[in-house]
Nanobody
Framework: QVQLVESGGGLVQAGGSLRLSCTASGRTFSSYAMGWLRQAPGKEREFVAAISRSGGSTYYADSVNGRFTISRDNAKNTVYLQMNSLKPEDTAVYYC?????????????????WGQGTQVTVSS
């Protein structure tokens, strides 16, 4: 059974930084892409960033490109999301997710396993 556990959320002022972590268990971590998605109050869940199995390829939503960095440590079964220059509109619950198969996309429907989420609140 795949389990994903996020940590690192919190309250930060606009312009500040946070780093989210997600530790996975239950299958071979290095065989699957990983992603971060978020859901703000009253809005649908949206893609934020994804990283390939090896970490050699990364993908970002336009809204976070240049401010957020996704990375992974396959030896630690952990994926990270470094968030810089945070804005109030980044406020959301952030989810770590991974696809069920080795094929993946950037739609929320492409991710089959999800963590419980961690709250990120950016004050103005």
């Amino acid at each position: 059974q795949v389990q994903l556990v996020e940590s690192g959320g919190g309250l930060v002022q606009a312009g500040g930084s946070l780093r989210l972590s997600c530790t996975a268990s239950g299958r071979t971590f290095s065989s699957y892409a990983m992603g971060w998605l978020r859901q703000a109050p009253g809005k649908e869940r949206e893609f934020v960033a994804a990283i390939s199995r090896s970490g050699g390829s990364t993908y970002y939503a336009d809204s976070v490109n240049g401010r957020f960095t996704i990375s992974r440590d396959n030896a630690k079964n952990t994926v990270y999301l470094q968030m810089n220059s945070l804005k109030p509109e980044d406020t959301a619950v952030y989810y770590c997710a991974t696809p069920r198969t080795v094929v993946f996309g950037t739609s929320p429907d492409d991710f089959g396993y999800w963590g419980q989420g961690t709250q990120v609140t950016v004050s103005s």
